[in-house]
């Protein structure tokens, strides 16, 4: 059984900072990748930005380049998201995503609970 846990939600005002934090936990071979989603009141689930596990390489959405950083710690299988200069555009339940090898190295999917980020104008 693999977990997410997630942490660091909350209400900010424009302007603000937040670091949002996931953990996975469980029976992982290696982690491939892990991201973070957002979905806002009424819309679809977006991409915000993801890191591979190996490379570290990082991907941004458009609207939070230059705001928001993404970081993962190898030792803590955690990853990590600083939100800067917040807007209210950025108000949605966060979700934490990764994409990791079982202990039988096959490849699956793990979402966890959400956060709720409030940014008020």
């Known amino acids: 059984q693999v977990q997410l846990v997630e942490s660091g939600g909350g209400l900010v005002q424009a302007g603000g900072s937040l670091r949002l934090s996931c953990q996975a936990s469980g029976r992982i071979n290696s982690l491939i990748a892990m991201g973070w989603f957002r979905q806002a009141p009424g819309k679809e689930r977006d991409f915000v930005a993801s890191i591979t596990w190996s490379a570290a390489t990082t991907y941004y959405t458009d609207s939070v380049k230059g705001r928001f950083i993404i970081s993962r710690d190898n030792t803590k299988n955690s990853v990590y998201l600083q939100m800067n200069n917040l807007k209210p555009e950025d108000t949605a339940v966060y979700y934490c995503?990764?994409?990791?090898?079982?202990?039988?190295?096959?490849?699956?999917?793990?979402w966890g609970q959400g956060t709720m980020v409030t940014v008020s104008s």
């Open positions: 995503n990764t994409q990791y090898r079982d202990i039988e190295l096959r490849p699956f999917e793990l």
